[in-house]
T-cell receptor, first 117, second 115 residues
């Protein structure tokens, strides 16, 4: 099956700094990627849809200036958490639609654990 | 709008016992339905998906799910639980036809398997 990777797998940063998380589709191209946030023991909440060559589409309530998304190529999307604060600590997961674009199936990355001190 | 309800945030079974994880959906159009499994600190792995081809869907690791339109349900089952099945399970719904590729997830069910 299609493989999606994320880097880093975990990151610890100080409050006020910015953190960049990469999401790559390793063996297929993805014009769309999705970014989710998962709080401990909770479900995944879609934050935004990343679109190659155009602006990301953010879900209601997600601060676009806080969570910057750049879909630089057909295999790479990045999420930058700007001026991170402890409340931004969470598990961030990206996904990409199946290359066959059937049934809306998505392939998920392994996630990035962000801890803001 | 689509939604998913997973009944039971925690399910505990003995090794070798039947696993039943419940999922009910709400969708205005024929849905695509998915079950994903998540192990601690990992991403989601697809167990199986319903795409209208067959109401009984078989997935990986011995899991299967039955789509029941009349009950708007898509419950996940496994005849005999293994210790390795202990994980978090998420049911998700997506709208048919590609109008939107968004997945809407249920709150998840944590499965514990006791020796």
């Amino acid at each position: 099956g299609a493989v999606v990777s994320q880097h880093p797998s975990w990151v610890i940063c100080k409050s006020g700094t910015s953190v960049k998380i990469e999401c790559r589709s390793l063996d297929f191209q993805a014009t769309t990627m999705f970014w989710y946030r998962q709080f401990p023991k909770q479900s995944l909440m879609l934050m935004a849809t990343s679109n190659e060559g155009s602006k990301a589409t953010y879900e209601q309530g997600v601060e676009k200036d806080k969570f910057l998304i750049n879909h630089a190529s057909l295999t790479l999307s990045t999420l930058t958490v700007t001026s991170a604060h402890p409340e931004d600590s969470s598990f961030y997961i990206c996904s990409a639609p199946s290359p066959a674009r059937t049934y809306n199936e998505q392939f998920f990355g392994p996630g990035t654990r962000l801890t803001v001190l | 709008a689509q939604s998913v309800t997973q009944l039971g945030s925690h399910v505990s079974v003995s090794e070798g016992a039947l696993v039943l994880l419940r999922c009910n959906y709400s969708s205005s159009v024929p849905p695509y339905l998915f079950w994903y499994v998540q192990y601690p600190n990992q991403g989601l792995q697809l167990l199986l998906k319903y795409t209208s081809a067959a109401t009984l869907v078989k997935g990986i690791n011995g899991f299967e799910a039955e789509f029941k339109k009349s009950e708007t349900s898509f419950h996940l089952t496994k005849p005999s639980a293994h210790m390795s099945d202990a994980a978090e399970y998420f049911c998700a719904v997506s709208e048919y036809g590609g109008g939107s590729e968004k997945l809407v997830f249920g709150k998840g069910t944590k499965l514990t398997v006791n020796p």
